[in-house]
């Protein structure tokens, strides 16, 4: 699990994050969301040990990720955005290298994890292969392969798809669904539509600040202000338009590209009556009106819409400095 209390960062007298308060339980796929300059890569820095909070604490998997370090990373599997791989190393030997790294001691289990690694990142036929000499893709796999090899209980992944085509962008969606019944997983993304797809929950971030957290279906009925009908008739349309304008309850009405209506309604009252008897009597022909949700992308559009601050956090080009500090430390263990 995760649990993040009261969590401040601060770069020089600029809080990258503030009072973060959110947690996520086994079993459970929390997307996390935000505009750039947000806080995420902040917050799953602090998450994965690698930069201490100002303020505030993150428990994972039970452990205080920097008074019990060492024993939080072992329980992390992490994906950074850019993963540090070592271009001269196989992917055999790289996989190796960081099951070690991660207290995997015993040879014969190593191998055994390495092995159920490449295969679930569909990696088998490319162990041999030189990281350096791999397309983006194949290494975008790679990195989420380090993140399973050592089998964590908390993963925590940053924008996992990215670079890859659309085969293995479903592949590794349906991945991370069967690797979220078992484990935490906690996704960065900026593919609104990959969130709606993979995560249980959401919690969205912007300016430093946790602006929502919850289920998706929870959020649209929250901030759904309007209820919104789609509405497609059967006959020439002229006149529909300025008929519908005039009943109660309806707000605004649009065409859409099917040759169909988009109407936004009040939740004060429900018109759906008076729209379909308009129809009906305006001989029009009704042959579907059926309410909808927000989409994600409404959703975050409506939570995000002030303007958005200058990026504070560090550049992704030193991630792998600190990733390269991390092994090290733990080497020396």
Known sequence: MIEVRGLTKYYADYPAIQDLNFHAEPGEIVGFLGPNGAGKTTTMRILTGYMPPSEGTAIVAGYDVFKQSLEARRHIGYMPETVPLYNEMTVWDYLDYMARLRGVRNADQR??????????????????????????????????????????????????????????????????????????????????????????????????????????????????????????????????????????????????????YELDTSRDGDPRPAIADTVVRGGWGLLEMRTADLSLEEIFLRLTMETEVPEAEMEAGEESEEYVEVEEEVEEE
Do not use: F, W
């Open 111 to 260: 191998e055994e994890q390495i092995e159920e690694a490449l295969e679930l990142c569909n990696l088998t036929d490319r162990a041999d292969s030189v990281i350096g000499h791999l397309s983006k893709g194949y290494r975008q796999r790679v990195g989420l392969a380090q993140a399973l090899v050592h089998k964590p209980t908390v993963l925590i992944l940053d924008e996992p798809t990215i670079g890859l085509d659309p085969r293995q962008v479903r592949e590794v969606r349906e991945l991370i669904r069967g690797l979220g019944r078992e484990r935490t997983v906690l996704l960065s993304t900026h593919i609104l539509s990959e969130a709606s797809q993979v995560c249980n929950r959401i919690v969205v971030i912007n300016k430093g600040r946790i602006v929502a957290e919850d289920m998706l279906e929870r959020l649209t009925a929250t901030l759904g202000e309007t209820r919104r009908v789609l509405l497609r008739v059967q006959k020439d349309s002229r006149g529909l338009v300025e008929a519908l304008q005039q009943i109660h309850h309806v707000l605004a009405v649009r065409p859409t590209e099917d040759g169909g």
